[in-house]
């Protein structure tokens, strides 16, 4: 069972830059991976990022690509997502997940929810003037 807990979400002005942090702990080895999700009032949650343990690898989805960048330290088990550029559309709860069984890049581009089994509470971002 791993422990996921993620911190530094906020308010922030349309345009402006935040940076979230998720810890997860108790993998046995370097394989899967940690995911950023996030989930807006009315909507189903939806997959941001995914880093691959063992490589680094990130995947990403379309409309954050060229905005958002996940990064991680040496350890691989301390992941930040640095959100640049913000609109309001991407107010939301923001969630890191991880799985410690490795699904490979066509899954893990796929950002579906259902490849991670471990979840953090979840972080607000608001996005508005």
């Known amino acids: 069972q791993l422990h996921v807990a993620e911190s530094g979400g906020g308010l922030v002005e349309p345009g402006g830059s935040l940076t979230l942090s998720c810890t997860a702990s108790?993998?046995?080895?370097?394989?899967?991976?940690i995911g950023w999700f996030r989930q807006a009032p009315g909507k189903e949650r939806e997959g941001v990022g995914v880093?691959?343990?063992?490589?680094?690898?990130?995947y990403y989805k379309h409309s954050v690509k060229d905005r958002f960048t996940i990064s991680r330290d040496s350890d691989k088990n301390t992941v930040s997502l640095q959100m640049n550029s913000l609109k309001p559309e991407d107010t939301a709860v923001y969630f890191c997940?991880?799985?410690?069984?490795?699904?490979?890049?066509?899954?893990?581009?796929?950002?579906?929810?259902?490849?991670?089994?471990?979840w953090g509470q979840g972080t607000q971002v608001t996005v508005s003037s």
């Open positions: 880093i691959a343990r063992w490589d680094g690898t990130t």
């Open positions: 997940a991880a799985d410690g069984t490795y699904y490979g890049g066509s899954y893990y581009a796929s950002l579906r929810v259902d490849l991670f089994s471990s």
């Open positions: 108790g993998f046995t080895d370097e394989s899967g991976a």
